[in-house]
């Protein structure tokens, strides 16, 4: 499944790539047996942009584009992820000890992830790509019932707890973990922690307030 939902996710960036060149894609967390993210574009995506995305998707699946697993210089790696603006492969490619990294394209993209993916394209015959304000749903089938895909329903209060946790990383500049391995790197875990704390001291009040409404102390 690991497999699947990472090439998958793939063939996703080749038709944003595609599409809305440029534009820059955070894949933030799963959220109901999907996995949510936003595209960061000159213009705010909208739903009918998801559609051309989605039928994009289909077409690369359609025409099976294969997957080439490729092993670069690390050098040759930083330089192609430099052009391409992944700020956030840039810090994780440093706190890679090695000469060489493994790299995947697809046509004319490259990229870096954590594990192996399918041969090609035509392998990812399910899935399916909603909007869900401000960014994205991807859907994929799951382990116990791998030949269809699980209606999503919305869980709309876990979603805004995530939504507040990607607004305290951003706060504290650990978006991802190569910006975490930067604060360790620089010693400032210290000030992280701290300006942590506050945010949970600053919740503190409101969750007293809401368990007092319902006879909590």
Known sequence: MKTYLRSLTFVFIKAVEDLFS?????????????????????????????ELI??????????????????VKKEEAIKIFQNYG????????KYINLPYINLYRCGYL????????????????LFDLKFHDPGFLLLYPQESNPTELIKFRDVPKLAKVFKETEEWAKILDVADVGALNDKVLNKEMNELILVAEGLHEKKLPKLQIKFMKIGIR
């Open 22 to 50: 440029g534009a820059e894609i955070t894949i933030e967390h799963s959220l109901n047996k999907a996995l949510y993210g936003e595209i960061h574009y000159e213009r705010k995506i909208e739903e009918k942009d998801i």
């Open 54 to 71: 989605k039928k994009r998707m289909q077409e690369i699946i359609d025409s099976d584009e294969p997957f080439e697993k490729i092993k």
């Open 86 to 93: 992944m700020k956030d492969k840039l810090r994780l490619l």
């Open 110 to 125: 490259y990229d870096y992830f954590y594990g192996p993916m399918v041969p090609s394209a035509g392998y990812l015959k």
